[in-house]
């Protein structure tokens, strides 16, 4: 798996420091149809028709939203700016909201807010830990001599997305909040196949925290500061 990082649709967040305790405002770039490149504005319309057909094909009462009177063209543009501001474009990924959308069994058309729902995977679709275990994992990494064994790298990104600091340093609370946000955004980034972080080499990581004095000095030097205590370096 490759370590780049893709910073298109990345979580986006700025502190402000005047709140108590500090709080992280997130964001995300969702693109809009417009910003689309004409290739991928095809792209867009070709399954927004397949959409529609198929809606109709799974809601027999889909004359009671759609009626003789509809623009089916304002339709159609609504679902596909809806879509696409939620990274929805593709075909693979409206299938998985029609095949869920099929299981409810309902003849009534969904609002356009419940089937963006159903097309957004979850971390069980995925065969990723839940956003609890994954949760865990991030929580026991976000240290510097963590073990990186039993972590998935899903979990890894999004605690490197809302930033080791906070996972062990803020309140469980609000580290859960903040994690769940960058979970979500790093499934949304596995399903359309982007890259995401690599694990670091924790064998590697650990040989250097014992054999390098200096990290430990350092690691023992930055505890002493959190608790106010002033010492000498014992470690040469």
């Not at 956003?131 to 963590?146: E, I, L, M």
Request: proline share 6%; charged share 25%; hydrophobic share 40%.
């Amino acid at each position: 798996m490759s370590a780049q990082r893709v910073t298109s649709n990345a979580l986006v967040s700025s502190v402000q420091l005047p709140a108590k305790p500090k709080r992280v405002v997130y964001s995300f770039n969702k693109p809009t149809l417009l910003e689309l490149p004409d290739d991928k504005k095809l792209q867009v319309k070709q399954a927004i028709d397949y959409l529609i057909d198929e809606l109709k094909a799974l809601c027999p009462a889909w004359k009671q939203a759609w009626t003789a009177n509809t623009d089916m063209r304002v339709v159609k543009r609504n679902w596909a700016e809806a879509l696409v501001s939620e990274g929805i474009t593709s075909k693979s990924q409206i299938d998985l909201g029609l095949r869920l959308l099929r299981n409810e069994q309902s003849p009534f058309l969904p609002s356009i807010s419940q089937f963006v729902t159903l097309c957004q995977p979850t971390p069980e679709n995925l065969g990723l830990p839940s956003v609890d275990d994954a949760y865990k994992q991030a929580f026991a990494v976000s240290h510097p001599a963590a073990n990186f064994s039993h972590c998935h790298p899903a979990s890894y990104h999004a605690a490197c997305e809302v930033g080791l600091y906070v996972m062990t340093r803020y309140s469980e609370q609000t580290s859960r909040e903040r994690f769940a946000k960058a979970y979500k955004e790093t499934l949304s980034k596995i399903w359309r196949g982007e890259a995401i972080r690599a694990l670091p080499d924790s064998e590697t990581k650990t040989a250097i925290i014992k054999a390098t004095p200096e990290v430990a000095n350092k690691a023992l030097t930055d505890m002493r500061a959190m608790l106010g205590i002033k010492r000498k370096r014992i470690l040469s």
